[in-house]
């Protein structure tokens, strides 16, 4: 059974100038792994961005936004070995919503220069 839906586009420019301004934003927001790989990218704002609309659009899926117990670079997409992008909770952020009986979350990312895009499923 669906649980819920989440959209969520942002400016490619926006994660830009935070990342590029803000000390810590990169950090705070993204997982190692995440950051390892938009780091490797040529257009790696783009993939920063894609992966920022996802953690938003998973957020609204819940219908919890960010709450307490949850942080941003917890919330990690990754690819599985076909190159699909995969949501993965970890650590206290996979406790909080533990109490969800998630059994499946589908993530689709789309970027284009100026704009990153994500939409979650979550099942149950």
């Known amino acids: 059974m669906i649980l819920g839906v989440g959209i ?11 990342i590029s301004k803000e000390a810590g934003f990169r950090e705070l927001v993204f997982s190692k792994n995440e950051i390892e790989y938009c780091e490797a990218r040529t257009n790696k704002f783009e993939h920063y961005g894609a992966r920022f609309a996802a953690k938003e659009a998973f957020l609204k899926a819940v219908g919890t936004g960010w709450i307490n117990g949850t942080s941003f670079h ?6 599985d070995e076909n190159g699909k ?20 979350i589908s993530v689709s990312l789309s970027h284009l220069k100026s704009i990153a895009s994500a939409v979650v499923v979550i099942e149950n």
């Open 8 to 18: 969520d586009m942002i400016e490619v420019e926006r994660i830009s100038t935070k």
């Open 85 to 104: 992008p995969e949501l993965v909770l970890l650590g206290e952020t996979a406790v909080t919503f533990q109490s969800l009986n998630i059994k499946k």
């Open 74 to 79: 917890e919330i990690e997409i990754v690819k």
